[in-house]
């Protein structure tokens, strides 16, 4: 298959992620440039498949790219009215003063695949080609070391990684500069950043998982436009994270949980915390009667400025989530995204190369925003007591604090078994659905060819039903949202390690936390591959 002969599609301009962030620069392109070459290569079904994201939208970066957008907005489309900030144990909750950061006045509460869709519109409408179902499964670099493009991944291919009877081979996209657009923990954009050493230097990365679910509820109990975060139990203090409830109209609500994948206990398991949570005495009468509509996982790049990498190398840049621009302590990563790729857009449309693009995004109103909270997230790292006190100093200082504070390695966060007791958290029976992790993939209506090889390269099995058995209790089996790693008998009176990839989600926690560096790696497969999901 190395000497197929393929396709050679040539643009100015290529674009690898049709989230806020490739299809905001997509855009801005066209509005700048209108004669030059522009593609979106989107590796989910449909444009807004693959997106998921809380979602409250600080408006004026769109407002900018787009001012006519809220006259045909999203679907779900609901301005915040007002806040409220929570503490929980057990059996209840204690209402906490709103962190400024946290305030929404403004705001609206939103479908970001509702969104992306009209984005894209747009995009087609300026002459953007806009590429669903193309799976960028690696940078093309040419012979000087810079990125010439990607390759799309092959259509067709058997789980025995020879061509079937529909095999088709991806074409490749030639251009003169690549943007990786990919979100968090992109396959593509983490190799660019091995390649060229962006994250030399710098802080290591550090993320969250994040749950989320679309509720019907009976009528009457929703507030449309309240906005709910706690903090707090089913979480023990050594473990960030928390919750989320956005009162949508038409009796409807969204619900989510996020933890951060800093977490020392190896027996945690994030998405049984998420479900812990919506049974708590408090939460559960909201949804007792009610029926959940659609569901999903992905994680959330949450280091920061400190954290963020390079954001430029010969022939390419790093634009949103891929660069790190999310927002934590404000929760929101939409309006980043879109300014990262509006910036991105401009320098090239001025300056025709990739090069001086780092500084500028960090002399930007988004670059200022993650300076001046850079502080906020890594104070967790020494409990949540430590870290809101610290998150409090950093607010009242306005981020002007002479120091840095340094992230660290979710996967060397991880405890070993035998030196760790694991907290009780207080979990009971939880009666809301979903009741497993099975039947969440379900509502995230998630599907893979199950002919198509395996997209979750494990490098060492055996280290599998041996050492990480024995030091950690295989974590994979507990922080996967979707059941996809399962030890199973092996026949002989042993376990082995069982992929269920067709179960995958694409939330990439697995490249993330597994406690081994390189042992697990998410690739793409093929491309329309995937969840699907349905106003999320």
Not at 35 to 58: P, T, Y
């Amino acid at each position: 298959m190395s000497e197929t002969q393929r396709d050679v599609m040539e643009y100015e301009v290529a674009i690898v992620g049709a989230g806020p962030a490739g299809l905001a620069a997509a855009i801005r392109l066209k509005q700048l440039k209108p004669d030059i070459g522009v593609c979106v290569l989107e590796k989910g079904a449909s444009v807004g498949a693959h997106s998921l994201s809380g979602a409250v939208l600080e408006p004026a970066p769109l407002d900018e790219l787009l001012p006519g957008w809220r006259d045909k907005p999203p679907a779900t489309f609901v301005p915040a009215t007002r806040d409220e900030f929570w503490w929980m144990t057990r059996r209840r909750r204690y209402r906490l003063p709103t962190p400024p950061q946290m305030a929404n006045h403004g705001n609206f509460i939103l479908s970001l695949g509702q969104l992306t869709p009209i984005l894209a519109q747009e995009a087609e409408r300026l002459g953007v080609d806009v590429f669903p179902g193309f799976a960028a499964a690696e940078a093309l670099i040419d012979d000087g070391g810079a990125v010439m493009g990607v390759q799309i991944g092959d259509m067709g291919v058997e789980k025995s990684g020879e061509p079937g009877p529909n095999y088709a081979p991806g074409p490749q996209i030639h251009a003169k500069l690549t943007m990786f657009a990919e979100g968090c923990r992109g396959s593509a954009s983490k190799q660019m950043i091995r390649r060229y050493g962006l994250d030399r230097g710098k802080s290591p990365q550090t993320y969250g998982l994040g749950f989320k679910e679309l509720w019907q509820l009976p009528p009457g109990r929703v507030e449309p436009g309240l906005i709910q975060h706690s903090l707090g139990w089913p979480l023990d203090n050594r473990t960030y994270g928390g919750s989320f409830l956005y009162h949508l109209d038409q009796d409807r609500v969204y619900v989510g949980f996020v933890v951060g994948l800093d977490y020392e206990d190896p027996r945690m398991k994030p998405f049984e915390a998420f479900q812990q949570f919506k049974n708590h005495p408090l939460v559960k009468p909201l949804f007792a009667g009610g029926e959940i509509l659609s569901a999903g996982a992905r994680t959330l790049i949450e280091g920061g400025y400190q954290s963020a990498p390079m954001l430029e190398m010969p022939g390419a840049v790093l634009i949103g989530d891929a660069g790190g621009t999310l927002n934590t302590p404000k929760i929101k990563g939409i309006h980043q995204a879109i300014r990262s790729g509006v910036t991105a857009a401009e320098h090239y449309a001025e300056t025709g190369t990739s090069a001086g693009f780092d500084r500028r995004w960090r002399e930007s109103a988004g670059g200022r925003e993650l300076r001046k909270v850079r502080n906020v997230r890594p104070g967790f790292r020494r409990g949540l007591w430590f870290g809101l006190a610290n998150a409090s100093f950093e607010t009242i200082t306005m981020g002007k604090s002479p120091w840095t504070l340094a992230n660290h390695a979710d996967h060397l966060a991880l405890r070993k078994l035998e030196d760790y007791a694991s907290p009780d958290r207080g979990w009971g029976e939880r009666e809301l659905p979903p009741r497993d992790r099975l039947a969440a993939i379900f509502f995230a209506a998630t599907a893979h060819e199950e002919n198509q090889p395996i997209h979750l390269h494990v490098a060492d099995t055996s280290i599998c039903s041996t050492r990480c058995a024995t030091e950690f209790g295989n974590p994979c089996t507990n922080f996967c949202p979707a059941n996809v790693y399962e030890m199973v008998d092996d026949g002989a009176g042993g376990r082995k390690l069982q992929i269920n990839s067709s179960n995958c989600v694409h939330c990439k926690a697995c490249d993330i936390k597994e406690p081994y560096t390189d042992q697990i790696t998410w690739t793409t497969p093929e491309g329309g591959s995937g969840p699907n999901y349905q106003g999320l």
